[in-house]
């Protein structure tokens, strides 16, 4: 399965990487909403991680237009504690799952398991 990882922050998206790497194919690493948007459209993956809080697009944004242009795209959002009202933006733009940071390998897991569905 391959997996596009958005997040404006190196580590996180390393973190991403060495928790998703062994099962998926990691297809590209965005650094902001725009740069998920064009990766998307280039490599489309099965599944996005898309963290919330980007610069130039925030991955409310860029999920909106992801899945406007692929209804059947499977967006994750990737969220830090408090940020429950933009978590609902996120699930209205498309996002059909979340995680939490800081992520946790299982619970990362068992999300993508629920949206993807194995």
Do not use: W
């Not at 958005?6 to 194919?25: G, Q, T």
């Not at 690493?29 to 740069?35: M, Q, R, S, W």
């Not at 697009?57 to 209804?71: F, L, M, Y």
């Amino acid at each position: 399965m391959d997996v596009l990882i958005a997040d404006d922050s190196e580590f996180m998206r390393s973190l991403l990487r060495e928790i998703l790497e062994e099962e998926y194919n990691i297809v590209g690493e965005a650094e902001n909403g725009v740069e998920a948007i064009e990766l998307y459209q280039e490599h489309s993956p099965d599944l996005v991680m898309m963290d919330i809080v980007m610069p130039i697009r925030d991955g409310i944004e860029a999920t909106d237009e992801i899945t406007d242009s692929d209804p059947s795209a499977k967006v994750i959002m990737c969220t830090s504690v408090g940020q429950e009202q933009k978590m609902k933006s996120a699930i209205q733009a498309g996002a059909e799952g979340y995680i939490t940071k800081p992520f946790q390998k299982p619970s990362v897991l068992d999300e993508i398991e629920n949206v993807v569905g194995g």
